[in-house]
C-alpha cells in the first residue's frame, strides 16, 4: 500500500510534469481532466483517473478526492473553477491544497479561501512541487537532470553512531555521501571516508537516482 495519496486536478502541462515526477514514488494518484484521451494517454500512471468537471463537488467527492493528503489543482486558466476546486477540496477535508494560477490577483484570491500553497509556474516548478509534495519531512531535493538528484535531510536515527562502511549506504540505499553540514545554513563538510561516524543532529547531502528518492522517505518515517 502506498505511503500517500496525491489528487492532481488537471493534466495539462504542469499536471502532467508533476505527476510524471511523482510515478515512480510510493504514492497513489488520483488524476481528474475533462479529457478522456489526456486520461487515458496517462492511465498506467494513475491509480484512479477520472474524466469530468473539477468545480463539481459530487464528483470529487466519488473520485475520494476526501482521502488525498495534498491535491494540485494544476488548471489556473479560469478563476472561478480554480476557487471552487479549493474550495470542494478544504470542504472534503483535504489537508493541504496546491493551486497554480496565472497573475498575483488570482494567486491572493485562493490564498484567502484556504489555498495552502498557490505558485506560479510551468514545467520546471511542476517537478519541484512534485519533490516537495514528496518531502515534507526537512529532505531538500535539487534536480541535476532528468534522472538524477542532490538531496539534503538530517542523519536518520539507525545512522547514528554507526559508519558509511558498516551502514553499505552505497548498495543498500543507493546515496553517494557528498558530505555533511553540522545544521541547516552551516559549511559542508567533504572530507569524510568510510569510516566516518555519523553524530546526531547533523545534515547528510548526497546524490541519488530519482527512482530511489522513496527510499530516503523510509529511512525517516
Not at 493534466?11 to 515526477?21: D, E, M, N, P, R
Amino acid at each position: 500500500m502506498a505511503n500517500r495519496t496525491i489528487g492532481i486536478l488537471g493534466l495539462g502541462i504542469f499536471g502532467q510534469s508533476v505527476l510524471k515526477t511523482l510515478q515512480d514514488q510510493d504514492v497513489d494518484i488520483i488524476a481528474i481532466d475533462d479529457h478522456a484521451d489526456v486520461i487515458n494517454q496517462y492511465e498506467s500512471m494513475i491509480t484512479t483517473g477520472i474524466v469530468g468537471d473539477i468545480t463539481e463537488m459530487d464528483l470529487l467527492d466519488a473520485a475520494d478526492i476526501g482521502t488525498c493528503d495534498t491535491v494540485v489543482i494544476a488548471t489556473g486558466e479560469n478563476l472561478e473553477s480554480s476557487v471552487l476546486a479549493v474550495m470542494h477540496c478544504k470542504a472534503l477535508g483535504v489537508e493541504h491544497v496546491i493551486a497554480k494560477v496565472k497573475n498575483e490577483v488570482t494567486k491572493e484570491v485562493l490564498e484567502r479561501i484556504g489555498a495552502d500553497l498557490v505558485i506560479l509556474p510551468e514545467v520546471e516548478a511542476g517537478m519541484s512541487l512534485a519533490k516537495m509534495i514528496l518531502f515534507q519531512h526537512g529532505i531538500e531535493v535539487f534536480q541535476l537532470d532528468e534522472a538524477v538528484v542532490v538531496v539534503e535531510f538530517t542523519v536518520p536515527a539507525s545512522w547514528v553512531g554507526k559508519s558509511i562502511r558498516d551502514l553499505e549506504i552505497r548498495d543498500q540505499f543507493q546515496l553517494n555521501i557528498i558530505g555533511y553540514r553540522d545544521a541547516e545554513d552551516q559549511p559542508l563538510h567533504i572530507q569524510i571516508g568510510p569510516d566516518f561516524i555519523w553524530p546526531e543532529g547533523v545534515r547528510v547531502m548526497a546524490v541519488t537516482d530519482n527512482q530511489y528518492l522513496d527510499r530516503i522517505q523510509d529511512l525517516l518515517d
